[in-house]
């Protein structure tokens, strides 16, 4: 795979000057790049060690002097991340999952396989399954039945579908993702100590110690078009209505949905985020890395909430929260600088508490 730096531009809709036919084999940092590389050296802290390379091109900032830094070609970009979005997709080798049906794959006889799919070693396609035309599927892959999966959909290895999901097209699945799982729904024969604390708010009551009993899934998973889901990520089944994820949305390492919950268009909910059941999540909601958020609650669209938050109530649309319990991040800002001004304030205590004892007169 390879490209002249005029393609790339093209590509991106940037500028480029000097030897715009120069070869481009791959993307490197640029004290790690090669004549035939491009040198990812977007602003000047980047460019600065383009000397400890052999760079012959490279990404710059609109106004450098690629000349000056001893290059023959350069491309100017206004945004870098949305030029390593483009850079990045030109230049992906894939997974190398050969075109075709791998002749270890088990494929039940009633699924419907469109054209140009591709399904590597080892992979278990259900019954009555539909497969999206131009879609991968990775080695270890597992389809179960009645899954519709859309168009130019992409499975890394060990991906695991359960029955009945329906996914929409470009559905992209990290390495050990699993979609379709039954949700964690357990009940006592009569009410237990953790539905009293609930209520209650600390009070186990007189309950005594029972078995859990299971309710099963009835319910799948939807999931909407240009969705991905990162390495050893989970998306439980709804118990009696589908779990969603809208459109659009993405979703981190180790991210885990709970059933029947509902996430909105272009949410990002990033890596080791746990959200519990029965959740509303609007639209282009972003939860930062370990958020976790209780079951039967709102989350408002256009929210954003820090790293670690813990969402314990309803939150409106277009807050920006962070904390234990999560409140807006002013407040939490506050609340920090309080707590780190404790120890200080109980020293000051104590100062205070021993002159006033030295100044009481004795008895």
Not at 39 to 44: L, T, V, Y
Not at 314 to 323: E, F, Q, S
Request: aromatic fraction near 4%.
């Amino acid at each position: 795979m390879q490209f002249t730096i005029q393609q790339i531009a093209d590509s991106l809709g940037a500028e480029c000057q000097g030897e715009t036919d120069l070869t481009i084999l791959r993307a490197a940092e640029p004290g790690d790049a090669g004549p035939t590389d491009l040198a990812m050296a977007m602003s000047p802290k980047y460019a600065e060690t383009l000397s400890g390379g052999e760079a012959r091109a490279a990404v710059l900032w609109q106004g450098a002097d690629w000349q000056a830094m001893g290059l023959r070609a350069a491309i100017f970009v206004t945004r870098p991340r949305m030029a390593m979005a483009g850079i990045t997709t030109l230049l992906d080798r894939g997974q190398g999952v050969e075109p075709g049906v791998h002749p270890s794959a088990v494929i039940d006889p009633t699924a419907e396989i469109a054209e140009g799919v591709s399904i590597g070693p080892l992979a278990v396609i259900g019954a009555r399954a539909k497969i999206g035309a131009g879609s991968v599927i990775g080695p270890h892959c597992t389809i179960g039945m009645d899954v519709v999966l859309g168009a130019q959909a992409l499975l890394r290895e060990m991906v695991s579908i359960g029955a009945s999901a329906q996914i929409g097209d470009r559905f992209v699945a990290q390495p050990g993702a699993r979609i379709g799982g039954d949700g964690f729904s357990f009940v006592t024969p009569e009410v237990s100590g953790a539905e009293n604390a609930r209520k209650t708010m600390g009070d186990q009551g007189e309950a005594k110690a029972q078995s859990w009993l299971r309710i099963h899934s009835l319910g799948a998973v939807e999931i909407g078009d240009d969705v991905e889901v990162g390495s050893n990520c989970t998306v439980d089944n709804g118990t009696i209505r589908n779990t969603r994820i809208g459109d659009g949305s993405k979703l981190d390492n180790l991210v885990h949905v709970g059933h029947n919950t509902r996430v909105g268009r272009d949410c990002l909910l990033c890596g080791q985020t746990g959200v519990s059941g029965s959740v509303e999540i609007g639209n282009n909601v972003v939860l930062g890395g370990q958020t976790g958020v209780v079951d039967n609650i709102f989350i408002g669209d256009g929210v954003i909430a820090g790293g670690g938050t813990k969402i314990l109530s309803n939150v409106p649309a277009g807050r920006v929260i962070m904390g234990y319990p999560g409140v807006k991040m002013e407040t939490h800002t506050e609340i920090y600088k309080a707590q780190r001004r404790l120890p200080r304030m109980a020293r000051d205590v104590e100062a205070l508490k021993k002159a006033v004892s030295k100044q009481s007169p004795s008895d």
